[in-house]
């Protein structure tokens, strides 16, 4: 008898800003954020508070205000995948026979000033690699990985993550603060 398959999960919209200069990738939004049907919803995950101190986008907001901030700072959210099989949240869990990257040549060509993507962690920019970027043909992208903020990533320091991000961001021409 062969196992039952795990559930096909599916992935949000992008969060699209007119004039985004820099576009964040995750994997495959987590349980906690598919049953919320919001990003980065796992009260553990360090997204949000590292967004609030970039760019004012904090957990202490209503979600639509966090991106709002995220659209006005030229921030665009997504994931690399659309659909996938994973038994639980963690990345490791994605079964890449499964992956289906959504249609980044479709939101670049909307988004012709998009010049960075930045990874949030290993997984989102392996799938990237793997299922987007040959065909892409985008040679000006700069890509660039950046730590998790998930909580399966505790092994480093949350000031570690934030200045990895800050680094990022502002490379990428977006106004952070301090």
């Keep these: ?8 999960l599916h992935s ?3 969060i699209e800003a007119p004039d985004a200069k820099v576009l964040v990738l995750g994997s495959m939004p987590g349980a906690a954020s598919l049953t ?12 949000w508070p590292i967004m609030g ?3 004012g986008a904090g957990p202490e907001l209503a979600y639509e205000q966090r991106l709002e901030r995220l659209r006005a700072a030229g921030i665009a959210l997504w994931d690399v995948l659309a659909e996938c099989e994973r ?3 963690l990345d490791s ?4 026979e499964t992956a ?7 939101f670049l060509a909307r988004h012709r000033q998009v010049r960075t993507l930045l990874f949030n962690g290993a997984k989102a920019e392996h799938a990237f690699r793997r299922f987007v970027l040959k065909p892409l043909a985008r040679p000006d992208l700069i890509l660039r990985r950046l730590p998790s903020t998930s909580p399966a990533n505790a092994s480093q320091r949350n000031e ?9 961001l502002r490379e990428a021409g977006v106004a952070v603060a301090d």
């Design 93 to 96: 869990a994605i079964r890449d």
């Design 100 to 106: 289906v990257a959504n249609d980044f040549p479709g």
């Design 12 to 14: 949000f919209a992008p």
């Design 160 to 168: 570690t993550k934030w200045t990895a991000w800050r680094e990022a």
């Design 53 to 55: 101190t970039a760019v």
């Design 36 to 47: 919320a049907g919001r990003y980065y919803a796992h009260p553990q995950n360090r997204f």
């Design 87 to 89: 038994e639980g949240s």
């Design 1 to 8: 008898m062969s196992p039952t398959p795990s559930p096909t």
